[in-house]
């Protein structure tokens, strides 16, 4: 079973800056795509970047109000994963999650247990 763990969380204030990490293991696919998603206190689970490996070139997306100041990567041969955040806004405090989507016929979706990021004003 895959299991993803989520580090980098913290306190920052408005402006600052933070790196998210997130490490999966047990991850034999060689077609998945990888996200962060992020959920505040009584709010839905929402999309923040993911990237979807492809031969002719990885495809890379951001929430609209992400753009241009988060950055998402990832290393393929440590399965690892990373959400650089600049310029972070206080409406961005939520529970940081990582998340892999395995594509194909064995198609699995898992989970990490998140990192709380905190942004004040």
């Known amino acids: 079973q895959v299991r993803l763990v989520e580090s980098g969380g913290g306190f920052v204030q408005a402006e600052d800056s933070l790196r998210l990490t997130c490490v999966a293991s047990?991850?034999?696919?060689?077609?998945?795509?990888m996200a962060w998603y992020r959920q505040a206190p009584g709010k839905e689970r929402e999309i923040v970047a993911s990237?979807?490996?492809?031969?002719?070139?990885?495809?890379?997306s951001y929430a609209d109000s992400e753009k241009g100041r988060f950055t998402i990567s990832s290393d393929s041969a440590t399965h690892t994963m990373y959400l650089q955040m600049s310029r972070m806004r206080p409406e961005e405090t939520a529970n940081y999650y990582c998340?892999?989507?395995?594509?194909?016929?064995?198609?699995?979706?898992?989970w990490g247990q998140g990192t709380q990021v905190t942004v004040s004003a």
């Open positions: 998340n892999v989507v395995v594509t194909g016929p064995d198609e699995s979706i898992c």
């Open positions: 047990g991850l034999r696919a060689s077609n998945y795509d």
């Open positions: 990237i979807r490996f492809s031969f002719r070139g990885d495809i890379i």
